[in-house]
């Protein structure tokens, strides 16, 4: 995958994307409670047609799947290669992140 | 607010749709909402069409190439075309039995294109005259009866697998 692509090859739909993969990182949640969940963690209120595009991609991709479930409001949980997506794409911010504080620092 | 679910394509809607109606409840109306929504029905569709009917399009025009070809360079004998417009409309019909009106219709257009532009041309090829265009009409025949007959087989092999 090129990084220049976004996780997942994503492109410019990657922001939304990345909010739902951290918040089914720890455990499966259904699309109003990820919603809730990126919300309390980032203050980005996904709106209905972002989150649900974003949960396509997803499962289109392989990188989240929907856990069965008797509800109407069906869990995602994510996939190994979510995992490893979600992974490589913390490794690269978390690079930006460090070189922007060491770069700031000295300015 | 539910209504906006219809902007969505069927299958979008079969499968998401309930959680989506849901979640569409739950979420305070406002114009911010209805573009959210708008917006990610119309991304719904275009990669709802992105998704293989490109392929189907482009091996639909391909055919309608052969069609066309066959029609400039077989004039002595209609078999040929007959044949690739019966053979064609079948396995488009087959593979989506819903467009085969759509499948016939873009398969038989390859013969009044292709002998208006030999027509267009005559002055400048010598290509020995395909049929005229008014003429090749008859060629509907045997791409809807290809096309519809493959949707019979689809639909029949579809009821036999559900």
């Known amino acids: 995958m090129k990084q220049t692509e976004g996780i997942g090859g994503l492109g410019r739909f990657a922001e939304p994307a990345v909010l739902v993969l951290v918040s089914v990182a720890d455990q499966p949640k259904h699309g109003y409670a990820i919603a809730a969940d990126v919300e309390r963690l980032s203050g980005v209120r996904l709106g209905p047609g972002t989150l649900y595009g974003a949960i396509a991609r997803l499962e289109e991709r392989g990188l989240i799947e929907p856990v069965p479930s008797e509800d109407r409001r069906r869990p995602y949980r994510l996939t190994p290669p979510g995992a490893e997506a979600l992974r490589g794409h913390l490794e690269l911010l978390e690079r930006v992140t460090t070189a922007g504080r060491r770069r700031l620092a000295r300015a | ?162």
């Open chain 2, 1 to 162: 607010m539910r209504a906006l679910l219809r902007l969505y394509p069927r299958r979008w809607r079969a499968r998401y749709g309930e959680e989506f109606a849901i979640i569409l409840a739950a979420t305070p109306p406002g114009p911010g909402t209805v573009l959210d929504v708008v917006r990610g029905a119309l991304d719904a569709h275009v990669r709802e069409t992105r998704r293989g009917p490109l392929v189907r399009w482009a091996l639909l025009a391909l055919c309608a190439v052969v069609v066309g070809w066959l029609n400039l360079h077989t004039t002595d004998d209609v078999q040929p075309v007959a044949a690739a417009l019966l053979v064609f409309g079948f396995a488009f019909g087959v593979h989506r039995p819903a467009r085969a009106w759509c499948s016939g219709a873009a398969l038989f257009a390859a013969v009044p294109v292709s002998g208006a532009w030999a027509d267009l041309a005559a002055n400048h090829l010598s290509l020995g005259g395909a049929a005229p265009v008014l003429e090749s009409v008859i060629a509907l025949i045997p791409a809807l009866l290809g096309a519809y007959t493959g949707a019979a087989v689809g639909w029949g092999v579809r009821r036999a697998r559900a």
